[in-house]
């Protein structure tokens, strides 16, 4: 009971300092791949960076003390990052403080719901997600978040559309409009770096080297370049009145959000009054619609303002500390600009004129809070609750799935005894405790549990390494970060989800069963369309795959049975075997309830009019494996529609749960207990024994009857 509510407690059974030596290594190896890793993938979850070294303090460390696996590495990961992100965005911009507040909430809710899967034993529910809707999903996701980072690799801002390949569209058209030449050569150089450091040796930290590299060369180059004037530093007619307008429009935006919220409060309150429609609840929810009609416009009008500004670029001229800017190609006779191109840094908030943020040069990560994070425990009402609950289902069953896969890989290669259950309660708990300390939603990381798997880590003691490591980030080396370029951490994210990519799942699906290669490419091409709205391809594949489970369920393989040259009974129509003109043995391979009972009658009703010759019906029903009323009640009226025939009807091979059904409900004693076999062979004789005795068969009728080599004794 301890080992249950502690499982670290066996980590220290014959442990001893040899062993710390290489956990301890391990640990420090797989911190210097999170800690690039980890504000990657912060900001493609639209945080900070500097969240994702939030992220990487308290869940490696615990995941590992409550899970079961010794080696599964847990932290950000890209595609929890990515749904977290998607999910969080029409709830609030992203990187604002009510963003954040969000991603911690989810990060919290999904923590609850994994820690309660895990409580109640109820691991097995990931099995929804079957492999090939996961295999699409994964592949699609793979390409969006590979494909997000193109706007940092060359040096462009857009605003984000309502699907993602408009919003590549207008990445592309801002990368032929101009494209920040060394921030591509950053990106370009991360990438070689870390691609041949990964030839040369796979164990050599290639991402902390290629961060180290370039943030060094950017610090001495003087890569980030930028500059806060005020409007009139600016010599370009109307742009004043420009940024009055897209003020306005931002404005606007925010003050009819603040009315709709209102309203939302008040649809609650009289949705508390009364469950029924009312003439108030419409009129508020019709002014709720309007509103998001009116914020939607808005969103538009400043959407076009800020892409217009966007795509002014400037050459400057400075005199001592003074700068002024003067459109490209437009400086007057006479005078020298600096030879660089500056734009106008725009967001989603306002823009203050007197204080306008000129971009010279690359985009770099900025300044990192020094210190651990806040801690404070997240406020989740029951509204946020709910509102979250869907995303944070699809979140932790995925995050589950890889942790789970990726564990059971590991455990495989090192014989350690998994529990899913428990894996479950410390992915949670994970997600609940790091909430605590300003996390948002983490996972088991593929990589990275490599990494530590390949450092020969023993125990979870590495991962508590980790953390520990991560900690002395945060307090003493974040000052060091400050010169990172942004197409940097982009190219770690795209070497990340190179490894996520997997054609030849499609192919091994469509193998296995045409209908899982569909499921798997619609799941793909489904989640690629909905983008940013990667539900829409998990819960499309979902649906696919229980409508080929039901379908199969309700249409189960119902064959006629032959001897085949091994005397054993094989399906006459896919062995091409000639079938008995007098006996038919049918086997039933499923369950017989209520969706398929009806399907049995169709299928004895077409074996009955291919055979007029028929004389006896033998149900071999050693595939039936449980059977409910629906099901007694079908097989109780076939029984009686084939005797009322004037056929006879056995069964044998009855399993034990059947059986109990049977007895139950008299079903037994109305087909008679002595047209019941315990198997086919013995059925088989005694059937062969009854068609020719008492009837007007001549016994040479049989001769031929491929039944007759079942039993050695039968006669010609």
């Not at 370039?214 to 009145?241: C, H, K, M, W």
């Amino acid at each position: 009971m301890i080992l249950k509510v502690f499982p670290f407690l066996a980590w220290f059974k014959n442990y001893d300092a040899g062993k710390f030596k290489i956990d301890f290594l391990a640990g420090l190896t797989v911190a210097l791949v999170l800690i690039p890793q980890s504000m990657a993938y912060a900001q493609l979850a639209g945080l900070p960076a500097y969240y994702g070294l939030y992220a990487a303090f308290l869940p490696p460390m615990v995941a590992a003390l409550f899970g079961s696996s010794r080696q599964l590495a847990t932290g950000p990961v890209a595609v929890v990052s990515l749904m977290s992100a998607a999910s969080l965005e029409p709830l609030a911009t992203a990187g604002s403080s009510e963003f954040i507040a969000y991603s911690i909430v989810l990060a919290l809710t999904v923590g609850i719901f994994q820690f309660s899967l895990g409580v109640l034993r109820l691991g097995l529910v990931v099995n929804f997600l079957s492999h090939p809707v996961v295999n699409g999903f994964t592949n699609a996701a793979a390409i969006i978040i590979a494909s997000s980072q193109f706007s940092k690799f060359f040096g462009v801002y857009v605003d984000k559309a309502e699907h993602h390949y408009e919003t590549m569209i207008r990445v592309a058209q801002a990368a032929f409009d101009y494209t920040h030449f060394p921030t591509l050569i950053y990106g370009i150089g991360a990438v070689a770096i870390m691609v041949i450091l990964r030839k040369i040796n796979p164990r050599i930290p290639n991402v902390l080297i290629a961060v180290a590299i370039t943030t060094i060369v950017s610090y001495f180059s003087s890569f980030n370049n930028d500059t806060r004037v005020d409007v009139s530093a600016i010599q370009l007619p109307g742009l004043a009145e420009k940024m009055a307008m897209f003020n306005q429009s931002v404005g606007q935006i925010e003050n009819l959000g603040n009315q709709r919220a209102g309203l939302g409060l008040q649809v609650d309150d009289e949705l508390k009054k009364s469950h029924k429609t009312s003439k108030e609840l419409i009129n508020l929810k019709s002014e709720v619609e309007l509103l998001t009609l009116r914020i939607g416009e808005e969103k538009h009008k400043s959407h076009l303002l800020r892409t217009e500004m966007r795509a002014m670029k400037f050459e400057a001229v400075k005199e001592g500390d003074n700068y002024t800017f003067y459109q490209k190609d437009a400086i007057p006779p006479g005078i020298s600009a600096d030879g660089k191109t500056w734009r106008i840094k725009i967001g989603n908030a306002k823009l203050d004129s007197s204080n306008l943020l000129l971009m010279g040069g690359g985009a770099v990560v900025g300044k990192i809070p020094e210190g651990l994070p806040q801690f404070s425990v997240p406020e989740l009402d029951v509204k946020s609750f709910f509102k979250l609950l869907p995303t944070a289902i699809i979140i932790s069953l995925l995050g589950f799935m890889e942790a789970i896969a990726i564990a059971k890989a590991m455990a495989a290669k090192t014989g350690q005894k998994l529990d899913p259950n428990q894996e479950l309660i410390g992915q949670g708990l994970a997600n609940m405790i790091g909430s605590i300390g300003s996390s948002y939603a983490v996972s088991g990381s593929f990589s990275r549990s490599a990494v530590n798997l390949q450092a020969g880590a023993v125990s979870g003691i590495s991962s508590v390494v980790t953390s520990v490591m991560v900690v002395i980030t945060l307090l003493f080396f974040t000052p060091l970060l400050y010169h990172l370029p942004q197409a940097v951490l982009a190219a770690v994210i795209m070497m990340a989800v190179i490894g996520l990519v997997n054609v030849k799942g499609f192919v091994h699906s469509w193998k296995a069963q045409w209908y899982d290669g569909v499921i798997s490419v619609l799941s793909f091409l489904v989640t690629l369309y909905f983008a940013p709205h990667l539900d829409k391809g998990i819960m499309v594949g979902v649906a696919l795959s229980m409508v080929v489970f039901l379908y199969k369920s309700m249409r189960p393989v119902v064959a006629s049975l032959s001897l085949n040259e091994e005397n054993v009974l094989k399906s006459a129509e896919h062995f091409r075997l000639k079938g008995c003109r007098h006996i038919s043995v049918v086997r039933f391979d499923g369950a017989l309830f209520f969706a398929n009972a009806s399907y049995l009658d169709e299928q004895v009703a077409k074996f009955r009019t291919e055979s007029p010759d028929l004389r006896y019906i033998l149900l071999d029903a050693r595939g039936i494996n449980d059977m409910d009323a629906s099901g007694e009640e079908a097989l109780d009226m076939l029984c009686k529609r084939v005797r009322s025939a004037q056929l006879g009807f056995a069964m044998c091979g009855v399993k034990g749960q059947v059986l109990n059904v049977m007895e139950r409900t008299g079903l037994i004693d109305e087909i008679g207990r002595e047209h019941m076999f315990a198997d086919s062979k013995a059925a088989v004789a005694a059937l062969v024994d009854r068609v020719h005795k008492g009837t007007d068969l001549p016994e040479a009728g049989c001769n031929n009857c491929p039944l007759t080599k079942y039993i050695p004794e039968a006669t010609s």
